[in-house]
Structure formats: C-alpha cells, structure tokens
C-alpha cells in the first residue's frame, strides 16, 4: 500500500509574526509576495510557502531556507532529490501531500455558492449530465467532488491549465467511489483518486498514478509548525 502524508494548517497569521515567516523565502518567493494587492493575499501565500518550506526541510534534512526548488515545464515546483509533493490553499487553509514513492495532485476547496454556468462551462457533458441529475441539497457537494478532483488530476500531470478540464472525466456521485473513467491519451486505470474532508465545509482529493494498489492517507498537522515561527518571534 502507498503511504501519503496529508498535512493540513492554517495560514492565518498575525501581522507581527510575518517577517519570521519570510525569514525561509527565497528571494524570488519575497519578491512574488510584494506583488500581491491585498495583504491578506501576501500573508497568506508567505505564511503557505514558509510551511511548505519548514515540512520539506525535515524530509531532506536541511534549513528551510535551504530547499530548493526545480520547476516543471508548466511551473510545477519539485525536489531534485526528494519526495514527491503537492500544496493546496483554499479559505484559509493550507493542505501538502508529500510521496516518497509518487507524484501527488492534491486539492482542497472551501465549499461556497457556485453558479451552475460554472459547471455547465467546465465540466465534461458527462459529469455535468451527472451533476444535474443530483438531488437540489447535494448539487453543491457533488459539484466540489468532481472540481477537486479534476483538479488533483491536473496538478498530478503537472499541466494545470494547459489540459482542458473537459478533456477526462471523474466521478461526482455520492454513492460512486472516486475514480477517473476517461483521460484522452492514457489510461484511467492507472489512476488512483482519494476523497477526503479536510475539515467541516471543506472537501479535498487526491490524484495518484501507476500506483500499484491502494493509497493510504496518513494525516499530520502543521500547526506545530506554524507555532514553531510563534516561539522563535516571542524571544
């Protein structure tokens, strides 16, 4: 069985506590973060990269500052020699799967009022079709179901944007486990998808490929993490 580890923690931070955060950016990071309009956005992208920064290192054994990152062809982030990972962010809330054996595609939503363009827009018309056949009082959990985990199958490829969301299609169903039933030019048998909720309002997934069997999510928590940045402002 695969094993992967879920962090989950939250990226609200006091204001004061921010320049112990970016203490772990890399240059290019604190200059993407000046770049945000609202500061509640630069905060929580510093706080997010700090924590994914402050995870990775206790991986690979160095500083936080010292990761470093290689990018993918459409801007993936990865470690040369390292586990695989992948960082959501949705609501306040930040969530990183990490793989030693794998490349993960994760993806956390805050469940909100969607309009059903949205859907009817992005959605093949077979997971739409499956969708409006969906009771009134489940139509918002089913379409979060299949946008996350559409999502995770982008973000496992590496491609986002660049693969139409209506090129594979997913699951949304309550009663149907996850899984991938279409995917232009590959299999959908070597996929692996996982539904989990990260918390109460929020629904996540998990896109795994050439797996070889189950997947097991083994949860962390990283707030200790977020605390650890706390301590060391208070001395």
Same mark, same amino acid.
């Given at each position: 069985?695969?094993?992967?580890? *879920?962090?989950?923690?939250?990226?609200?931070?006091a204001d004061?506590?921010?320049?112990?955060?970016?203490?772990?950016?890399? =240059?290019?990071?604190?200059?993407?973060?000046?770049?945000? =309009?609202?500061?509640?956005?630069?905060?929580? /992208?510093?706080?997010?990269?700090?924590? *994914?920064?402050?995870? *990775?290192?206790?991986?690979?054994?160095?500083?936080?500052?010292?990761? &470093?990152? &290689? /990018?993918?062809?459409?801007?993936? @982030?990865?470690?040369?020699?390292?586990?695989?990972?992948?960082?959501?962010?949705?609501?306040?809330?930040?969530?990183? +799967?990490?793989?030693?054996? +794998?490349?993960?595609? *994760?993806?956390?939503?805050?469940?909100?009022?969607?309009?059903?363009?949205?859907? #009817?827009?992005?959605?093949?018309?077979?997971? /739409?079709?499956?969708?409006?056949?969906?009771? @009134?009082?489940?139509?918002?959990?089913?379409?979060?179901?299949?946008?996350?985990?559409?999502? +995770?199958?982008?973000?496992?490829?590496g491609h986002?944007?660049?693969?139409?969301?209506?090129?594979?299609?997913?699951?949304?169903?309550?009663?149907?486990?996850?899984?991938?039933?279409?995917?232009?030019?590959?299999? @959908?048998?070597?996929?692996?998808?996982?539904?989990? &909720?990260?918390? @109460?309002?929020?629904?996540?997934?998990?896109?795994? #490929?050439?797996?070889?069997?189950?997947?097991?999510?083994?949860?962390?928590?990283?707030?200790?993490? =977020?605390?650890? /940045?706390?301590?060391?402002?208070?001395?």
């Amino acid at each position: 069985m695969l094993s992967v580890d *879920l962090w989950l923690w939250s990226l609200e931070e006091a204001d004061e506590h921010l320049d112990h955060f970016g203490k772990d950016l890399s =240059v290019d990071e604190l200059r993407r973060a000046d770049r945000f =309009v609202k500061s509640s956005d630069r905060s929580m /992208y510093i706080v997010g990269r700090a924590g *994914l920064r402050r995870i *990775l290192a206790d991986y690979i054994g160095l500083d936080a500052k010292a990761v &470093e990152f &290689e /990018y993918g062809p459409h801007g993936k @982030p990865f470690l040369q020699n390292g586990p695989g990972f992948n960082l959501s962010h949705s609501g306040g809330r930040a969530a990183l +799967a990490v793989c030693s054996h +794998a490349h993960p595609g *994760l993806d956390i939503e805050l469940v909100r009022p969607i309009e059903d363009a949205v859907a #009817r827009h992005h959605f093949s018309p077979v997971e /739409y079709a499956e969708l409006s056949c969906l009771q @009134p009082s489940d139509w918002l959990q089913g379409f979060f179901r299949c946008w996350t985990r559409k999502e +995770a199958v982008l973000k496992s490829l590496g491609h986002g944007l660049y693969m139409p969301l209506d090129s594979f299609d997913v699951t949304l169903s309550p009663d149907v486990p996850p899984r991938l039933t279409r995917i232009e030019d590959d299999d @959908p048998l070597r996929w692996t998808l996982t539904h989990f &909720e990260p918390a @109460p309002g929020w629904v996540g997934a998990l896109a795994l #490929r050439d797996t070889g069997g189950p997947v097991e999510l083994r949860w962390r928590s990283g707030d200790p993490i =977020v605390r650890a /940045y706390s301590r060391r402002s208070r001395k």
